[in-house]
């Protein structure tokens, strides 16, 4: 039975793990692949495939989260398992944690059959911010081969007889969902924009708008992303600052000014872009890293 064991991570503690279980599966007579997931192209060729990430604001790092993405459609076909690595304390040693929001929604995604927290690593010497500055006063290891190696047991009884899971599909991820949220936000600035330019003057009725924007794109993107199952908020942010973008060209400028002068304007159109996209990816970011959400998600109502 040809099982991969692969991890995305950003300081290479996550590999460790990786390590300890594919050497522990192998000592149980299977034949693993242990490798990155930047390295993995096909999952054809294998039997089960176990996936990692290391925790960085309760997500796993974006190449992990491709991964899972790219590959979902093999994966549904095959018995999967999850391990986040985690805590700088010995938090995973006293209790099982579940897996953050994200991971969650990704092994649903996958039909994963299981999730195990392992406790992380942060060397003195870690480089980049906040790392550097968390590794000052809170550097260690706290990855226990026992205990990884006790999972790997668990696995190896379970793998001979392990069917894929059961994935489920988040509809709070729809396209149409996504774009709607976009429509409604172009919508709301504009019913603002509209009677603010039959009142007071163009750059009043600018200013005005540029400060709305990015509180109407904040409740949207809440509205949004408080959904189980939502994009991430980059590529979310992306795709409803080029909607907006493109209804502008079509509505605004091309059917009522019937001139791109609207584009040569910062104040009234760049800026608003850039604060909608700011706006929308932090409040993507800070709904997934906030702790009430893991507290939700655990609870199984996020
Ligand atoms: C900036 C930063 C944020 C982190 N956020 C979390 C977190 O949300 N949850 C957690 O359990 N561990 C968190 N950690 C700890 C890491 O998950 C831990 O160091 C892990 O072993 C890193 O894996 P890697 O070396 O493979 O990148 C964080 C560490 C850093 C430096």
């Known amino acids: 039975m040809r099982v991969l064991v692969t991890w995305g991570s950003k300081r290479g503690g996550t590999e460790g793990i990786a390590r300890i279980l594919g050497d522990a599966l192998e000592q149980h007579g299977f034949a693993v692949v242990t490798t990155s997931v930047d390295e993995v192209t096909s999952l054809d060729t294998f039997d089960a495939v176990i996936v990692g990430g290391a925790l960085y604001g309760n997500r796993w790092p974006s190449n992990a989260r491709r991964f899972v993405h790219r590959h979902r459609a093999q994966l549904r076909k095959v018995p999967v398992w999850f391990f986040s690595s985690g805590p700088l304390d010995d938090s995973a040693e006293r209790q099982d944690i579940p897996a953050t929001n994200q991971v969650s929604v990704l092994a649903e995604r996958v039909g994963a059959r299981g999730h195990i927290t392992f406790g992380g690593r942060l060397e003195r010497d870690a480089k980049g911010f906040p790392a550097s500055s968390m590794a ?152 997934s890293t906030m702790p009430w959400r893991e507290r939700a998600a655990e609870q199984g109502h996020a």
């Open 136 to 287: 000052k006063t809170g550097s260690g290891d706290w990855r226990n081969p026992e205990r990884i190696r006790a999972w790997a047991a668990r696995l190896a009884a379970e793998l001979p007889r392990a069917t894929p899971g059961t994935p489920v599909e988040h509809r709070a991820g729809s396209i149409p969902r996504l774009l709607a949220h976009a429509v409604v936000g172009w919508a709301l600035c504009a019913a603002i924009m509209v009677p603010l330019l039959l009142l007071v003057s163009r750059t009043a009725a600018q200013v005005v708008h540029v400060v709305t924007v990015p509180f109407i794109f904040t409740a949207v993107a809440w509205h949004y992303f408080r959904s189980r199952g939502a994009r991430d908020p980059l590529p979310t942010a992306m795709v409803w600052t080029a909607s907006v973008a493109l209804l502008d060209l079509v509505f605004v400028a091309g059917l009522v000014q019937r001139n791109l002068e609207m584009f040569e304007s910062v104040l009234g159109t760049w800026l608003p872009f850039a604060l909608i996209f700011v706006a929308t990816w932090a409040t993507g970011v800070a709904m």
